[in-house]
């Protein structure tokens, strides 16, 4: 057994205990969230993609490296990006909604929410 | 170590870091995109360094520098574009694929080394060799099976377990033949018995999730969101790399706390839940109905009910969720809201379809949060309530779970009974996922609406508007 390998696992543990510390915290609310914000930062592996892309010295190499950064991009990318399309919906007040007699408050668009949140600025 | 090399694994450092404190802003609503855009910052800081490790080496061939780009530019577009479109009801899906995603990554990182290192003159040490099968085999599983899980949620699948004569064989045949071979190659390091491990993995993964039904999915997704955590550590022990095994770990812990979570708020065992079986998808078996009196409800009379109130819950379930009800429902409170009924949500653990789902789903529908309550603040509130309103949830406002001998004794619900009167919105008599009888039903109380939930909501909406506007 390598020292190495002794302080990978310790580091192993000890991010684990962090881990469950620090996401029994998070309330039931943002559960969703919660899991796709882990699920970006699992697209980490894409560091390792990288990593193998630039050692691969022949076909077989190359076809999993490729596979290998499409896939982890994928989770990186995608999985920000949606967790900040969720997190800009959850607002403490209502939004002002053109709640009209013609009873159109549920219909509003994506892209009409994204922009009262900025306009209504950050909660307290 | 240069001072090259001690830059860039500080940066490691930071990056690792800065997930712990995006992670720990998650514990408010206030806070959460804070701590998503401190995370973004800890990857980017991450994948800059990476390159520049790359670039400081120079062995990379240009073949290299275009695969890795070109892999990159693909894959993030693709990831960029499902993150923009996907419907808030679909969430639980495209979880499901970026686990699969990122768990496929993983062991790919692993197959590469591995076969790089039995090419090579010192052959594969048995301190890689470990971590190695690890991270292939639980890659691999968690691959498949979310892809099936993905393709469960998507209807692209039966919801329904799908069992098949000697299903269970070959699951566990799978693992037999997995674990064999990966115990062979720690002895003997070999290519091709990597292959037959991967394809084993991917048959245990595929036929692991088969039988699990549509109901079990919150359980199932969190079980493989640990898996891709974990399976993303080990590759940090591969190649090693501090930045993956923390993050790896990270996600682990959080996938198993989801898990547990959900497992204890549906009643089941995770051994339970994995055998199978019992969990039923959108198409609940239809059973007798309950002895006794069922009263049935029209809109107007349940407009009356609604508008006459004082405090309204709205017990939203699995049910709205599939109905995509979610903005009819936001709108009916806004309109009693408008009248001055208090009105707040009852959020059972396991409401939708996966962990925290139908908080989303209002979110999205412009309800605020703080009008979303959890069960355990919820419950003391029901015997003040006026009405309440229970659309499309079912095994989670049975009384009878408070009784032993039933099948979800034991199992928290919400305390729907002891509100004063109870609306229930339910396409039929029709039992949840246990397979009982709800006794919420036929209590003298409760008055049933029995329509779609999103024609019932509607309906009630304008019943309640020409009522007192």
Redesign the interface.
Known sequence: ??S??LT?IT???L??????E????????????????????????????????????NA???I????????????????????????????????P?P?GPD?K????S?DG?ARQVTSGG??? | MSAFDWIVQLVYVAAASCFVLGLHLMNTPATARRGNQLSTGGMVAAIVATFAIIIHAGTISVTGWIVMLAGALLGGGAGLYAARTVQMTAMPQLVSVFNAVGGGAAALVAIHDYINLAGAAGGVPETTTVPTLLDVIIGAVTFSGSVIAAGKLQGLISGSPITFPGSRLVNAGAAVVGIGGAIYMIVTPSVPVLLIVILAALAFGVTMVLPIGGADMPVVISLLNAFTGTAVAMAGFVIGNWALIIAGALVGASGGILTKLMADAMNRSLRNIMIGGFGTGDSAVAVQGPGGDVRSIAADDAAIQLAYAQKVIIVPGYGLAAAQAQHQVAELASELEKHGIEVSYAIHPVAGRMPGHMNVLLAEANVPYPLLKEMDEINPEFPRTDVALVVGANDVTNPAARRPGTAISGMPILDVDQAKSIIVIKRSMASGYAGIDNELYVDPKTSMYFADAKKALSELTAAVKTLVG
């Open positions: 057994m390598t190495a390998l990978d580091i192993f543990v991010a684990l205990l962090v881990g469950f620090v996401i029994s915290k998070v309330p039931a609310t943002l559960h969703t969230p919660l899991m796709s914000a882990a699920n970006s930062i699992h697209g980490i592996i894409l560091v390792g993609a990288m990593l193998i892309a630039a050692s691969a010295n077989l190499g190359y999993l490296a490729f596979i290998a950064a499409a896939f982890a991009a994928m989770n990186v990318v995608g999985g920000y990006v949606v967790t900040g399309r969720m997190l800009k919906m959850f607002r403490r007040r209502p939004a909604v709640a009873g408050a549920g219909q509003v994506a929410q950050t909660p307290s």
